[in-house]
């Protein structure tokens, strides 16, 4: 069994910033994918960032310079520093895991909320 477990979300003023944090347990030998959703109400779920085993990095739109995505992949762990944070970026945030054989996992969510 694999499970995630999301930390960091709150309430944060505009211009703000937060860092949320997933650390993945259970069953793990390699991972060739983390990375960052989010869903806000009345809307589709979206990318915010991804990071491969190799590093690579892939960003939203909405989100491109503002959001860093990093690891550390001795923990089995992706961070998500959000700068700059507007009211758009109000949110639930998941945390998404691929694994080798196309296994994916999702977290509960944290939630995320900016006031102007």
């Known amino acids: 069994q694999v499970q995630l477990l999301e930390s960091g979300g709150g309430l944060v003023q505009a211009g703000g910033s937060l860092r949320l944090s997933c650390a993945a347990s259970?069953?793990?030998?390699?991972?060739?994918?983390m990375g960052w959703y989010r869903q806000a109400p009345g809307k589709q779920r979206e990318l915010v960032a991804t990071?491969?085993?190799?590093?690579?990095?892939n960003y939203g739109g909405n989100v491109k310079g503002r959001f860093a995505i990093s690891r550390d992949s001795a923990k089995n762990t992706v961070y998500l520093q959000m700068n700059s944070l507007k009211r758009e970026d109000t949110a639930v945030y998941y945390c998404?895991?691929?694994?080798?054989?196309?296994?994916?996992?999702w977290g509960q969510g944290t939630q995320v909320t900016v006031s102007s």
């Open positions: 259970g069953r793990i030998s390699s991972i060739n994918v």
């Open positions: 990071i491969s085993n190799t590093g690579n990095t």
């Open positions: 998404n895991l691929w694994l080798p054989q196309g296994r994916d996992y």
